[in-house]
C-alpha cells in the first residue's frame, strides 16, 4: 500500500466543517490501520484519530473527540476525517498515515507508522 493523494482541506471560519480524504494504492488496504495527525507551525506534531484495519475500533485525541469522526472505506481504499465545529486552534498540516498490523489495533504514536502522506493544509479563522 501507498498513500496517494490526500484532499478536503481549505479555509473555514470557526465552527464550520470539513472532510479530509486519504486515498491509498495497493492492496491489502484493509490490514492497515490508518491514522491522522496534524502540524501546526512551530509545534510538534500530533495524533488526531486513528481507525483499525477491521474499522470496528477508532481512538481520538481529547483535544477534538467530539468532533471528529474517522471511517474507512475500503472497497475506495479510503481514510476520511470529518471535523466539526472548526476552532481556530485546529489550523495545521493534517497527514494520513499508514501501517500494516493486527486487524484491530489503533496505533496512536507517529512512530508506529509506516507510511505518510504529504499533507493537506486546514486553515479555521476565528
Known amino acids: 500500500v501507498q498513500l496517494v493523494v490526500e484532499s478536503g482541506g481549505g479555509l473555514v471560519q470557526a465552527g464550520g466543517s470539513l472532510r479530509l480524504s486519504c486515498a491509498a494504492s495497493?492492496?491489502?488496504?484493509?490490514?492497515?490501520?490508518m491514522g491522522w495527525f496534524r502540524q501546526a507551525p512551530g509545534k510538534e506534531r500530533e495524533f488526531v484519530a486513528a481507525?483499525?484495519?477491521?474499522?470496528?475500533?477508532?481512538r481520538y485525541a481529547d483535544s477534538v473527540k467530539g468532533r471528529v469522526t474517522i471511517s474507512r472505506d475500503d472497497a475506495k481504499s479510503t481514510v476520511y476525517l470529518e471535523m466539526r465545529s472548526l476552532k481556530p486552534e485546529d489550523t495545521a498540516i493534517y497527514l494520513c498515515?499508514?501501517?500494516?498490523?493486527?486487524?484491530?489495533?489503533?496505533?496512536?504514536?507517529?512512530?508506529?507508522?509506516?507510511?505518510w502522506g504529504q499533507g493537506t493544509q486546514v486553515s479555521v479563522s476565528p
Open positions: 481507525i483499525s484495519g477491521n474499522g470496528g475500533y477508532t
Open positions: 495497493g492492496r491489502p488496504f484493509s490490514m492497515y490501520a
Open positions: 498515515a499508514g501501517v500494516r498490523t493486527i486487524i484491530w489495533i489503533t496505533p496512536v504514536n507517529q512512530n508506529e507508522y509506516t507510511l
